[in-house]
């Protein structure tokens, strides 16, 4: 059995910067959820360009599950672009000491029942919706399925980033 580690550095102790949203590889985090929570696809957000990676969870999502997951998908990103993650308290990340390797300046999490506090996810969460609906089983999705997904929303110009997309902003970020 895993030992549980409690999330210890609440999202009020992120350095200022990542508030600021100036900078690449700040990411939010969270599960969306299927059918009475049998299934789940996790996403990953980066708060200045909205970025989106679908983390496909097909075997399960516990915490040794999502970690491994989540590490296959960081592994992916260059260095400069896995600065900090933010997630709520849910047990899924139970193991997020895990993590931590791979974000510089860290993992932080929202205070309980508090889903505002990661606003970018929350909000791109809704637009992954249409997609992957609720009470329906997310593991027949594929990962080819998720990455036409993100395709869709990567290349969907944002009124928050000045009609450019999230792949525009995410790429010219990676360039400087």
């Known amino acids: 059995m895993p030992r ?7 999202i009020d102790r992120r350095p200022p910067a990542i508030e600021l949203r100036e900078r690449l590889g700040d990411w939010e985090g969270d599960l969306v959820v299927g059918a009475r929570s049998q299934s789940a696809v996790a996403t990953l957000v980066d708060r200045r ?9 097909r075997e399960g999502h516990s915490a040794g599950q999502l ?3 989540l590490i296959a998908t960081l592994s992916m990103l260059p260095e400069r672009a896995r600065r900090s993650l933010t997630w709520d308290q849910g047990s899924e990340m139970a193991r997020h000491h895990e993590l931590a390797p791979y974000f510089t300046d860290g993992t932080f999490f929202a205070r309980p029942r508090s889903p505002w506090e990661r606003g970018t996810n929350e909000n791109t969460n809704g637009l992954i919706r249409p997609y992957l609906p609720k009470r329906t089983n997310l593991s027949l999705h594929t990962a080819d399925d998720l990455r036409v997904i993100e395709h869709r929303l990567n290349n969907r110009p944002r009124k928050t980033l000045s009609w450019q997309t999230p792949a525009q902003t995410f790429a010219a970020a990676l360039a400087l």
């Open 4 to 10: 549980f580690v409690a999330p210890t550095v609440l």
């Open 49 to 57: 360009t909205r970025y989106l990676c679908l983390v496909p969870l």
């Open 67 to 69: 970690r491994d997951a």
